[in-house]
């Protein structure tokens, strides 16, 4: 069964909404959707490095910060309610220097006031390099 508010999700609308804003900036595109998670992928090269060349803990934070908000918010009546963010950890498990990431995020819990969601992130040979949990808040769009 569909977690989703919507019966189809535009993932390309998804991304034009993020190309403009942090998603957009750091490359992160969602490719695939599922019943209860969604997948998105982010480049990594010299945006997204710390300076000793490899991926910066911020910018897999980013991305699983970014995956789960996007499930959280797609889980709503946008007209009614929005998801912030309440608090994210993240274990940085293994260093990547160059090519893609891919999280997917998986909702744990969604509840009438919070959401937790579990994001792994993992690199081209599907090692993982990232596991986070982001709680959301939801509340009224008018507090938004």
Do not use: Y
């Not at 919507?6 to 695939?32: H, Q, R, S, V």
């Not at 910018?59 to 994210?88: C, F, H, R």
């Amino acid at each position: 069964m569909s977690i989703w508010f919507a019966e189809t999700i535009d993932l390309a609308k998804i991304n034009a909404m993020g190309a403009p804003t942090m998603p957009g900036f750091l490359g992160i595109e969602f490719t695939d959707i599922g019943d209860n998670w969604l997948r998105a992928h982010m480049p990594v090269g010299p945006r997204v490095h710390q300076p000793w060349g490899r991926l910066h803990g911020g910018g897999s934070v980013t991305l699983a910060e970014t995956a789960a908000s996007v499930g959280a918010m797609l889980t709503l009546d946008p007209a009614q309610k929005a998801a912030v963010g309440m608090e994210i950890n993240a274990n940085h498990i293994r260093p990547v220097r160059d090519g893609h990431v891919f999280a997917v995020a998986t909702a744990e819990a969604i509840g009438r006031t919070s959401q937790v969601w579990s994001v792994r992130i993992i690199d081209e040979a599907d090692r993982l390099i990232c596991i986070s949990r982001v709680t959301m808040a939801v509340i009224d769009i008018a507090r938004a």
